[in-house]
């Protein structure tokens, strides 16, 4: 039996215990011993950190295991004084989505919800779904500092074929090696009819630091999603977020150490957080989806189905109408 948190509800551990499986070889032959996971099948071995599983495959590059057993883990705190600070960004969907996103799901049974990449949303989140009783979200991160159900790598996601009825990722497959591959791996355990809801950004400048690859057009968006069928989609946060994200980033070239960065960075969303707000008033302009600084996907899982290149061409619906044929 799989080592589960005891505050956690009893339909959320027999849930886990039944759909856990091994990243390594995918077997489903995983026991508690103790403060470690065996998996019986391939004999390896996943330590669980305050009482979370650390379901990593041992190979991983960036992110060992044994890290996660380190006592002298450097937890990246801001000064206090940072948390009055305007946020430079704004989120105008992020709200109506979730609430969609629950409509769209079956309120006669439990839902099972996978929060990839969760962070710090479990409190959150949990709030915001507190009287959709239909649902049970699970959080998962790799980040070590992130409050969490089980800790994995999202190119690895260690549960079995079709265990949930919906997936939430904000903000997370910029911070991916391979998106494709994390993509194909959400569509694996989501159940058919299962629907996923995606924020990725697009005109954004680097946000946590070395773990940053990859930005999406909505045209991407979509090509990245395409063994789903499209629900909605559009804009997350358009030319003003990107106004407010660029005017810091040109200031911070004058920054001469860490401390001077903070009081940059807090100086120019005192002077310029306003300007976010005009992304309320563009969010239907097709130039603003052009200037997106983030879109968001809303997608139903349909076994066998692919959106083709040629209709993900044909639905864009931005401003700059250019044709190649």
């Given at each position: 039996?799989?080592?589960?948190?005891?505050?956690?509800s009893?339909?959320?551990q027999?849930?886990?215990?039944?759909?856990?499986r091994?990243p390594?070889?995918?077997g489903?032959t995983?026991v508690?011993e103790?403060?470690?996971i065996?998996?019986?099948n391939c004999k390896?071995q996943?330590?669980?950190?305050q009482?979370k599983?650390?379901?990593?495959?041992?190979?991983n590059?960036?992110f060992?295991v044994s890290?996660?057993l380190?006592?002298?883990v450097?937890v990246n705190?801001?000064?206090?004084?940072?948390n009055?600070?305007p946020s430079p960004?704004?989120?105008i969907?992020?709200r109506?989505?979730?609430?969609?996103?629950?409509?769209?799901?079956?309120?006669?049974?439990?839902?099972?919800?996978l929060v990839l990449?969760?962070?710090k949303?479990k409190?959150w989140?949990?709030?915001?779904?507190?009287?959709?009783?239909h649902l049970n979200?699970i959080?998962?991160?790799i980040?070590?500092?992130?409050?969490?159900?089980?800790?994995?790598?999202a190119?690895?996601?260690?549960?079995?074929e079709?265990?949930?009825?919906?997936v939430?990722?904000?903000a997370?497959?910029?911070?991916?090696l391979?998106?494709?591959?994390?993509?194909n791996?959400?569509?694996?355990?989501l159940?058919d009819?299962?629907?996923?809801y995606?924020?990725?950004?697009?005109?954004?400048?680097?946000?946590?630091?070395a773990?940053d690859?990859?930005?999406y057009?909505l045209?991407?968006?979509?090509?990245?999603?395409?063994?789903?069928?499209?629900?909605?989609s559009?804009?997350?946060a358009?030319?003003g977020?990107v106004?407010?994200?660029?005017i810091?980033?040109?200031?911070?070239?004058?920054?001469?150490?860490?401390?001077?960065r903070?009081l940059?960075?807090a100086?120019v969303?005192?002077?310029?957080?306003?300007?976010?707000y005009?992304d309320?008033?563009?969010q239907?302009?097709?130039?603003?989806?052009?200037?997106?600084?983030?879109?968001y996907?809303?997608?139903?899982k349909k076994?066998?189905e692919?959106?083709?290149?040629k209709?993900?061409?044909?639905?864009?619906?931005?401003?700059?109408?250019?044709?190649?044929?």
């Open positions: 039996m799989v080592h589960i948190n005891p505050s956690q009893s339909l959320k027999e849930f886990l215990q039944r759909h856990l091994c390594e070889c995918h489903v995983l508690s103790g403060n470690k065996h998996c019986k390896q996943f330590p669980v950190v009482e599983p650390v379901l990593i495959r041992n190979d590059e960036v060992s890290s996660y380190s006592k002298n450097e705190q801001r000064p206090l004084w940072f009055v600070i960004s704004v989120n969907n992020y109506n989505n979730l609430t969609k996103f629950s409509d769209l799901l079956n309120k006669e049974i439990v839902n099972y919800v990449g969760s962070g949303q409190q989140l949990a709030e915001f779904f507190s009287e959709d009783r979200l959080y998962c991160d980040d070590i500092n992130a409050n969490v159900d089980l800790f994995c790598d190119h690895d996601i260690p549960f079995v079709e265990t949930f009825h919906g939430i990722t904000t997370v497959l910029e911070h991916v391979y998106p494709e591959r994390v993509v791996e959400i569509h694996r355990v159940m009819g299962g629907i996923i995606s924020e990725i950004p697009f005109m954004q400048q680097v946000h946590e630091g773990y690859f990859t930005r057009s045209s991407g968006h979509r090509r990245l999603f395409n063994h789903f069928s499209e629900l909605s559009g804009l997350v358009g030319p977020t106004l407010v994200w660029s810091e980033h040109f200031a911070l070239c004058f920054a001469w150490s860490q401390g001077s903070g940059l960075k100086l969303r005192l002077i310029f957080f306003w300007l976010k005009f309320y008033i563009f239907n302009n097709p130039q603003a989806l052009d200037g997106a600084s983030a879109t996907f809303v997608g139903s076994i066998n692919q959106t083709s290149d209709v993900i061409v044909e639905r864009y619906v931005g401003a700059d109408q250019v044709r190649h044929v």
